[in-house]
């Protein structure tokens, strides 16, 4: 005959959930369970799942700090430096906000007073499997991830173990193996374009040479959860002047990573001809802090023996509020390191 312990239970009736997503979202049920056995060892196993296909593939580094212990009656004693969570005093008025506030609150804990945590783990091919568990309620983090196109963002949760799964299938033994998944958020992230130009020879009496580039990048894009494939996600038209031989250079900002761009001289002055990048170019974006980028291309022009003024402008506007303004843009030469006038 089983003995049970009467229990109005919170905290450990929601470590086993949805693997799309993961809070810890107790969920408030009077019912008699075991006792739990608090010398066990229990397993935690953390798949990454949640539709983004490239956490299968990455490595996430997981930490597990231990907030509180449990005894057999599933009773919480905060560990030291965790009690301002209140863990032993849950009662049926906390809810899913209130766990989330509690999982913030214990990782500033764990920045501000540099807490070790008690196990480092990997999740490698999808899945992390950390053994050897004592049982408790854990803190769980993961460091952010960057990919070639994006950052993948983890919220922390709080975990107890051991878990049931009452609320899911009315199982009510403890399970001391216990499954989450997690929760990620993805962030775009954006890379540079810079687009060189020399001149090697200037005919002064003609005024300033002007070259102008047209830059048009596209990638496949989810749009309300519909693949949409080659949808222009950046167009901009730069234009460089000159009034001596020599090299200078355009940088486009935030282009979203992954894209492919295509860098094309439309205007190549009137007397100036087009010697090197007559085709233009088509790179992909490497995303910022990438070792091999930013992206350069380079266009070369040459005096071509005419006598042709020419100039040009690049027409900005830019919405007021009420109305669009215009400005010229002149010169979109850059005066950073290794580049501009």
């Known amino acids: 005959m089983r003995k049970k312990y009467g229990r109005s239970w919170k905290a450990l009736g929601a470590a086993v959930l949805s693997l799309a997503l993961v809070l810890a979202i107790p969920q408030l049920r009077a019912y008699a369970l075991d006792a739990i056995n608090t010398e066990a060892e229990c397993v935690l196993s953390i798949k990454a799942t949640g539709g983004y296909e490239e956490l299968v593939t990455a490595q996430i580094p997981v930490k597990l700090y231990q907030v509180a212990t449990v005894d ?25 906000s209130d766990w989330e506030t509690k999982s913030a609150l214990a990782t500033q804990i764990v920045e501000d007073e540099q807490v070790e945590p008690v196990v480092e783990a990997t999740i490698s091919g999808g899945l992390g499997l950390i053994n050897d568990l004592e049982v408790g309620m854990y803190l769980v983090t993961m460091d952010p991830v960057k990919t070639a196109e994006y950052e993948y963002v983890f919220s922390p949760y709080l975990i107890t173990l051991p878990s049931h799964s009452y609320f899911q299938d009315g199982d009510d033994t403890w399970q001391y193996v216990v499954e989450v998944g997690l929760k990620a958020q993805q962030i775009q992230r954006y890379g540079d374009l810079i687009i060189e130009k020399e001149l090697k ?28 494939e080659d949808m222009v996600v950046y167009s901009n038209v730069l234009t460089l002047n000159f ?43 490497l995303a910022d802090g990438e070792e091999e980028g930013p992206v350069k291309v380079v266009f070369v022009n040459d005096y071509d023996d005419r006598l042709i003024r020419g100039s040009g402008v690049v027409n900005h506007f830019e919405y007021t509020g009420s109305e669009y303004q215009w400005t010229p843009v002149e010169d979109d030469a850059w005066s950073g390191e290794n580049g501009g006038e």
């Open 72 to 96: 057999k009656y599933a009773q919480f004693t905060a560990v030291e430096g965790f009690e301002s969570l209140g863990l032993s005093d849950l009662d049926d008025q906390i809810t899913a």
């Open 201 to 228: 020879t200037y005919n002064k009496t003609l005024g300033d040479a002007v070259f102008v580039f047209q830059v048009e990048g596209t990638r496949d894009t989810m749009v309300n959860g519909t693949l949409v």
């Open 243 to 285: 009034n001596e031989p020599g090299k200078k250079q355009a940088r486009v900002d935030d282009i979203p990573a992954g894209a492919s761009v295509t860098v094309t001289e439309v205007y190549s002055g009137a007397s100036y001809e087009l010697i090197q990048g007559e085709n233009g170019y088509t790179v992909v974006i």
